[in-house]
């Protein structure tokens, strides 16, 4: 009988890190790119997160590309266009977020090498529950969608 008991605390235990995975497995990122850009400057990335699970957060990105990566967020005031930095991007449950121009996005600081089109940057980017997941944005050369403010004035995804 003891045995039995052993037999399902070790199986309970071994399904616990595959849920987890499992669970980890319902974030998706996904259309990751950027434009153009030369050494030393900045550049934005820009890419889709779905939640197919319970809320998260992403709070935190890193690029080897960059002296420093943040995130941040374009939205209008009074017809002037603001850009600020946040501390996360929330992602909620069942929902995609765009990282799009004139809403959230990422920004390399002081790019260490020229971007041209075709290459690729490949960005870390911390969730507050799913962990780290990279996701490598292409070099585009899309053009910036117009900035258009929401109904409170401010502009990010819908």
Not at 21 to 43: C, F, I, K, Y
Not at 88 to 100: F, Q
């Amino acid at each position: 009988m003891k045995w039995m008991w052993r037999l399902l605390i070790a199986g309970c235990a071994l399904s616990l890190p595959l849920s987890a995975m499992a669970a980890r497995e319902e974030l998706q990122v996904r259309h990751a790119w950027t434009r153009p850009a030369l050494a030393g400057h900045s550049d934005a990335v820009y890419l889709s997160i779905t939640d197919h699970n319970v809320p998260d957060r992403l709070v935190s990105v890193h690029s080897e590309a960059a002296r420093h990566a943040e995130l941040q967020a374009s939205f209008v005031r009074h017809g002037v266009v603001h850009i600020r930095r946040v501390r996360s991007v929330p992602i909620p449950a069942n929902r995609t977020v765009t990282l799009e121009p004139g809403g959230y996005h990422i920004v390399l600081v002081g790019l260490k090498h020229t971007l041209n089109m075709g290459d690729s940057v490949p960005v870390t980017l911390t969730f507050a529950r799913a962990g780290n997941r990279v996701a490598v944005a292409m070099v585009e050369g899309r053009s910036a969608k117009r900035m258009r403010p929401g109904p409170s004035g401010e502009i990010g995804s819908r």
